[in-house]
Nanobody
Framework: QVQLVESGGGLVQDGGSLRLSCAASGGIFRIDTMGWYRQAPGKQRELVAGITSIGITNYADSVKGRFTISRDGAKNTVYLQMNNLQPEDTAVYFC???????????????WGQGTQVTVSS
């Protein structure tokens, strides 16, 4: 069964850095897009950054120039390097991937369990 496991969240001071990782495992035929979303208390979940299978990236305006998304195809892993973190970046960060499971022909959307990122001022 396909699953996504995230790691790397935590507490950091204003201006600090964190690196999130998300590894996909299970019966996987192919991984298409991968991305990171976040949800702050009382707010809707929003896209932070995405990356296609050929490395094309997109970012929310609020994180451009501070966050970098990357992926390692051999490890089925996506990363989010977050620099110059601000208190407004505080949220639960979720990994998402569109994956074609083994034996399937169309992709399905999978979510990780979420990891808390807290930035103190």
């Amino acid at each position: 069964q396909v699953q996504l496991v995230e790691s790397g969240g935590g507490l950091v001071q204003d201006g600090g850095s964190l690196r999130l990782s998300c590894a996909a495992s299970g019966g996987i035929f192919r991984i298409d897009t991968m991305g990171w979303y976040r949800q702050a208390p009382g707010k809707q979940r929003e896209l932070v950054a995405g990356i296609t299978s050929i490395g094309i990236t997109n970012y929310a305006d609020s994180v451009k120039g501070r966050f970098t998304i990357s992926r390692d195809g051999a490890k089925n892993t996506v990363y989010l390097q977050m620099n110059n973190l601000q208190p407004e970046d505080t949220a639960v960060y979720f990994c998402n991937a569109r994956i074609v499971p083994a034996g399937w022909e169309v992709p399905r959307s999978y979510w990780g369990q979420g990891t808390q990122v807290t930035v103190s001022s």
